[in-house]
């Protein structure tokens, strides 16, 4: 087999452990979710067994992303631009853009931890908009100690001292823009009542 395949392989055991961990889900959950033994998803984790294509799509469909994705297979005639997740201060970020100088778009796993983080604020120059997609965020800015529910966003000042976090320690998910200039994003919905045919 390719050396460069073999690397593949052996990397998905772990790759499968930090997104489950990262998604806030037990053996026990991914389990009843695809129908795969816990001992089966242990073995798989450990490297101790070799995923099929069938435990590979059961697990796919139960994260909802790509199969090349879940097992980090090497991108190959995808003209689309594949930045790789940054981690810092247990986060990950996922960036969505590569714009130099101009508007950052990420997204942002906060993972599920036993118990919620104590707030650290820092401070830093530009402004910040974000959504929630999932799970319930807690956000710090200034004085406020705000809870963003999935489906709701937040926009402050990156000069102010913020904090993101987990409400609740269950893992946040999030879309964050970022601009250095202090760019505002706004979102305008049309709240007139349509007319009915």
Do not use: C
Not at 12 to 29: N, S, Y
Not at 69 to 95: C, E, N, Q, S, W
Not at 160 to 167: I, V
Request: overall charge neutral; aromatic content about 6%.
């Amino acid at each position: 087999m390719d050396p460069a395949m073999e690397d593949v392989l052996d990397a998905v055991g772990p790759r499968l452990r930090a997104l489950r961990h990262a998604r806030g889900i037990t053996l026990t959950d991914l389990s009843v979710t695809t129908g795969v033994s816990e001992s089966t998803l242990s073995r798989l984790e450990s490297g101790q067994r070799r995923a099929t294509l069938e435990l590979l799509l059961r697990l796919s469909h139960a994260y909802d992303i790509p199969l090349d994705d879940l097992v980090g297979a090497p991108r190959a005639g995808d003209p689309r631009i594949h930045l790789k997740p940054i981690r810092r201060f247990g986060m990950t970020f996922v960036p969505l853009s590569r714009r130099p100088g101009g508007t950052q778009a990420f997204k942002m796993i906060i993972p599920a931890r036993p118990e919620p983080l104590e707030p650290t604020p820092q401070t830093h120059e530009g402004f910040e908009w974000l959504y929630v997609l999932n799970g319930t965020l807690r956000l710090v800015v200034g004085e406020r100690d705000l809870t963003v529910k999935a489906d709701n966003a937040a926009e402050f000042d990156n000069s102010l001292p913020h904090w993101l976090g987990s409400a609740d320690g269950g893992a946040v998910e999030l879309l964050v823009l970022f601009d250095m200039q202090g760019a505002r994003v706004h979102v305008h919905a049309d709240r007139t009542p349509r007319a009915k045919a």
